[in-house]
């Protein structure tokens, strides 16, 4: 996909005023003779930008505004060392507002909507987000935070909740824990909107019937904004991103080159009116496609991205294979009576001299246990090439987070 005329507007726009400001990325554009964006050639001659440029600039090295118009901060930790923090103007805080009241429009939530948020809120941007796109959307905001499950269904029946927002793992320890209960003909939920982890079909319906909700995606990182820059519409899983804030580009996750639309890659958003941090080209590390059509379900003209089916860093090698979780999740899909959730730990056997990779894979009592070994077993053989040593334990077992979930542990790093 290239920029439009307006966007090449808003990006050469973007340009000037980070040369003008002084910040880290001024010195990155000086150095690479970047000087403003005229055309698509312009464009790609850009930098990529990338979670590393925040460290090194930690902690306002790219802010652009002089400091008195920043009105908050928020911070993403990754899951190496050094936190990463995000100038907001108030501009960016209510930009950031609209666009996510944005999302529960076209979830179909309306100010009639009573709306329980789960995710954290402090320096990440999850909680407080969903609160403030909840508020501009005029519907009654329930600000839970993660945890105290007890508390969180209580509230829940009290207040005849209709929308529940939360991480997938933890949306599905809600539902398991409301079917444990027989609470369901005592709650209103339609709706749910999930963000931040991928997570696969399975885990998708067993949340949607246990609760009998319709759910709903969101995108979205704390270097752009934070969730709520796009979302599926009603029956389809592609996602709008909202193009009027961010340009979407796919690229060649190992050559930088973009790649035609359709076809798979890596996100690379390019943020068009952020002031506090504005960030040109950030490699997400997310990987999915452009959908190169018009929307079927509300005609949109947002560009739609596939489901989120993984990131490129969470590759992982093994028997010199390249694997991604969400193809562990295709291969479950296939599989009848798995749970959805999974743990994958890669490990060496010093004395065979090879890696073994062991499959954890929770599955429902009704099935044979050792058959169902048996068939993830030959299915993940057939459908990676690799082999795996697979353990089938009841639903429920692995821990659930109220977080992201770690899925695969590499032992080999240590
Ligand atoms: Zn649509």
């Known amino acids: ?45 850009i930098p990529f930008s990338e979670k ?17 118009e920043i009105v ?9 060392g050094m936190p ?32 329980q948020i789960t995710p954290g809120y402090g320096l990440w941007t999850a909680g407080i987000g969903f609160q403030a796109g909840c508020e501009r959307l005029g519907a009654m905001a329930i600000p839970m935070g993660p945890g105290n499950t007890e508390k969180q269904l209580q509230m829940m029946v009290d207040l005849q909740s209709t929308v529940i927002t939360a991480t997938s793992s933890y949306a599905l320890l809600l539902a398991e824990e409301v079917e444990k209960r027989g609470l369901l003909p005592k709650l209103a939920l339609k709706r749910g909107v999930i963000g931040s982890e991928m997570w696969g079909e399975k885990k998708r319906e067993a949340i949607a019937e246990k609760l009998q909700i319709e759910l709903f995606d969101i995108y979205g990182l704390t270097e752009i904004y934070g969730p709520g820059i796009g979302i599926n519409c009603p029956g389809q899983r ?5 193009d009027d804030f961010i340009f979407t580009e796919i690229v060649d996750p190992a050559t930088g080159e973009p790649v035609e639309d359709g076809e798979s890659g890596e996100i690379v958003l390019t943020t068009l009116v952020k002031e506090g941090a504005p960030l040109l080209r950030f490699r997400t590390h997310d990987l999915s496609r452009i959908i190169p ?27 010199g294979v390249n694997l991604f979780p969400s193809q562990v999740e295709d291969i479950l899909a296939k599989v009848d009576g798995t749970g959805g959730e999974y743990r994958i730990t890669i490990a060496h056997d010093d004395e065979r001299k090879k ?27 057939s459908m990676t090439g690799a082999s795996a040593k697979v353990t089938v334990v009841p639903v429920g077992t692995l821990p659930r987070s109220e977080k992201k979930t770690k899925r695969v542990t590499d032992l080999r790093e240590v």
């Open 1 to 45: 996909m290239k920029p439009t005329p307006r966007q090449l507007e808003q990006i050469d726009r973007q340009i000037r005023r980070i040369l003008a400001s002084g910040s880290y990325f001024a010195q990155v554009y000086r150095e690479a003779g970047v000087t403003g964006c005229k055309s698509y050639d312009d464009f790609l001659e």
């Open 52 to 68: 590393a440029d925040l460290r090194h600039a930690y902690p306002l090295g790219i802010m652009v505004p002089p400091q008195e």
């Open 72 to 80: 908050r901060i928020h911070s993403s930790s990754g899951t190496t």
């Open 84 to 115: 990463v923090i995000i100038p907001y103007t108030a501009k960016d805080v209510s930009d950031w507002a609209e666009q996510f009241a944005r999302c529960y429009r076209f979830a179909g939530i309306t100010e009639k909507d009573r709306i």
């Open 238 to 242: 592609g996602m709008h991103i909202w």
């Open 293 to 319: 059509e018009t929307c079927p379900v509300c005609g949109s003209s947002h560009p739609m991205i596939d489901v989120v089916r993984g990131r490129s860093d969470d590759m992982f090698k093994v028997h």
């Open 355 to 381: 890696d073994v990779m062991l499959l954890t894979v929770e599955a429902e009592g009704r099935v044979d246990f050792s058959q169902t070994t048996l068939a993830i077993q030959d299915t993940f053989k």
